[in-house]
């Protein structure tokens, strides 16, 4: 079986109380992730957080099927003004979040990935829009630069 390159686990937080689900079961699927979580979990104007508690159906352009979307986090936070804000983000490498290039030199089997995975996570992302708006929450992408990496 090939390794995967990259890091994953069960994330154990300093804080149950804050965690919405399973906190047994909080698993991260990247490094940033992991990041992500111990801020959730650290930070004191975080009230609650959650990790891929939320499904959202949308339409799979690439296989056209319908398919469900987790998430990667939900949180709570109170700002400096008191007022409360409810966020669902997907934790992202900042070139995933952009579109391969559209005329490379040559087409290959890489490059056609990155196309098929950037028209699912839009596919993704518009269903994540729509869900937030009907429920009050703001959809955010986080990279390496929001998490202060790199």
Not at 42 to 65: G, H, M, N
Not at 114 to 127: D, F, M, P, V
């Amino acid at each position: 079986m090939a390794e995967s390159k990259y890091i994953q686990g069960i994330f154990k937080p300093k804080n149950p109380e804050k965690y919405i689900g399973d906190v047994n079961n909080i698993v991260f699927r990247s490094s940033y992730e992991r990041k992500l979580f111990q801020w959730c979990d650290q930070t004191s104007s975080v009230k609650k957080w959650a990790s891929e508690e939320i499904a959202i159906s949308y339409f799979d352009p690439t296989t056209l099927k319908n398919r469900r979307y987790f998430p990667d986090v939900l949180f709570e936070l109170v700002d400096k003004d008191g007022n409360t804000k409810k966020y669902l983000a997907e934790v992202k490498p900042e070139r995933q979040t952009r579109p391969p290039n559209p005329s490379p030199k040559k087409k290959t089997r890489t490059w056609l990935n990155e196309n098929i995975t950037y028209q699912k996570n839009l596919a993704k992302w518009e269903a994540a829009e729509r869900f937030c708006q009907l429920n009050g929450l703001e959809f955010i992408k986080i990279t390496e630069k929001e998490l202060g990496i790199k």
